[in-house]
Nanobody, 126 residues
Framework: QVQLVESGGGLVQAGDSLRLSCVAS????????LAWFRQATGKEREFVAA????????YYADFEKGRFAISRDNAKNTVYLQLTSLKPEDTAVYHC???????????????????WGQGTRVTVSS
């Protein structure tokens, strides 16, 4: 069982930046498609960004409009989400997820991922 642990969330003002991190256990990190999802209070979990095990392949949700960036460091078993120009509507718990390459590649669908972290909370004040 793969464990994912997120960190880096916090309370910031509109326009500020944060970098979220997610560290995975195990030795197969390089074979995972990785993604970030977020869930605001009273709303369903929504896709944010994904990065493939294939070098250079990423995918972003339309609402981001260039404000977010996903990256990975396989040597550190870590996937990052750089959040810039944050808005109050970005307030949510951000979760990372992993999918083994044997199951497919990056996807925006929640049920396509096998492993999930507990989440890190991002709060953006106006």
């Amino acid at each position: 069982q793969v464990q994912l642990v997120e960190s880096g969330g916090g309370l910031v003002q509109a326009g500020d930046s944060l970098r979220l991190s997610c560290v995975a256990s195990g030795r197969a990190f390089g074979s995972y498609a990785l993604a970030w999802f977020r869930q605001a209070t009273g709303k369903e979990r929504e896709f944010v960004a994904a990065i493939s095990w294939k070098p250079g392949m990423t995918y972003y949700a339309d609402f981001e409009k260039g404000r977010f960036a996903i990256s990975r460091d396989n040597a550190k078993n870590t996937v990052y989400l750089q959040l810039t120009s944050l808005k109050p509507e970005d307030t949510a718990v951000y979760h990372c997820a992993a999918r083994d390459r044997s199951q497919g590649d990056i996807s925006r669908e929640t049920d396509q991922y096998d492993y999930w972290g507990q989440g890190t909370r991002v709060t953006v004040s106006s």
